[in-house]
């Protein structure tokens, strides 16, 4: 894989956590003050450098080979995770994810939450709030970087699409003063799922000593693929969703 598709697969991956943890940020800010937030955040930015310089390099010491597997495993079910929930959110038998409600909830605690000065802030509630969500996010896209960004012997590629994403972001999110709610983000999370997957896939297989024929260009392959068979159980459950719901309604009519 070349530079430019890496950067790009981890700028989509890192704006799904970008977003999430701008709603917090945002909730923090606007409901609280702005200062403590970006203190918070700023914290936490810092402990999130740390540990990509002090992981990423260890990381990349490893043999190749062995590299490879333990990535590609790690990828494959960090991706197929986020498979699962975007399939279970397409077909209805799980809730979508709602920035705006999230939002709203965010904002609610905060305003609920008492005002304590403390180590020297003066809102430790909006500082803690926005350190927590930006940590916690941020330490999913240190795993994107670094995974794949070690798998390609690239992290200064990986790094590039991760902190472009957080700044588009960022930027949007301030200038909107508001949670990105028209961002597609269960769509963007169901084909960031396909790429951990495929990628994790491939990795790992190569790893275990499998030859992909064609080398990367298997990659076209092996991508569609997943995706096919991720809208084939989308399409099943939907139908198997219909299914069930056609007696209940038929008794319904019946009953009536």
Not at 16 to 24: K, P, Q
Not at 167 to 179: E, F, N, Q, Y
Not at 205 to 232: K, Q, T
Request: aromatic share 8%; with cysteine.
């Amino acid at each position: 894989m070349n530079a430019l598709p890496l950067i790009l697969t981890v700028f989509v991956a890192c704006a799904v956590e970008a977003i999430e943890a701008l709603t917090i940020v945002l909730a923090a800010g606007i409901t609280r003050e702005w200062k403590s937030t970006f203190q918070g955040m700023a914290v936490a930015l810092v402990v999130l450098a740390i540990i990509t310089a002090a992981v990423g390099p260890a990381i990349t010491h490893l043999p190749l080979t062995a590299l490879r597997l333990i990535i590609g495993a790690l990828l494959a079910i960090f991706g197929l995770q986020w498979l699962r929930k975007a399939v279970l959110r397409a077909t209805g038998y799980k809730g979508l994810h709602d920035e705006a409600s999230a939002y709203l909830r965010e904002v609610t605690a905060a305003e609920t939450a008492a005002r304590e000065s403390k180590r020297g802030v003066s809102d430790w509630y909006a500082f803690t709030l926005s350190f927590k969500g930006v940590l916690l996010e941020g330490l999913e896209v240190v795993f994107i970087v670094i995974t794949f960004g070690a798998s390609q012997d690239n992290i200064g590629a990986a790094v590039i699409g991760a902190a472009a994403a957080v700044v588009v972001i960022t930027v949007t999110g301030i200038a909107v003063r508001a949670p990105l709610t028209k961002v597609p983000e269960n769509w963007m999370k169901f084909a960031v799922g396909i790429m951990l997957t495929s990628f994790g896939t491939f990795w790992g297989a190569e790893g275990a000593g499998v030859a992909w024929p064609g080398n990367d260009a298997a990659l076209l392959v092996l991508v569609p693929v997943v995706a096919l068979v991720s809208a084939g159980y989308v399409f099943w459950l939907r139908s198997r969703k219909a299914a069930v719901g056609a007696p209940a309604r038929q008794s319904e009519v019946v009953s009536s």
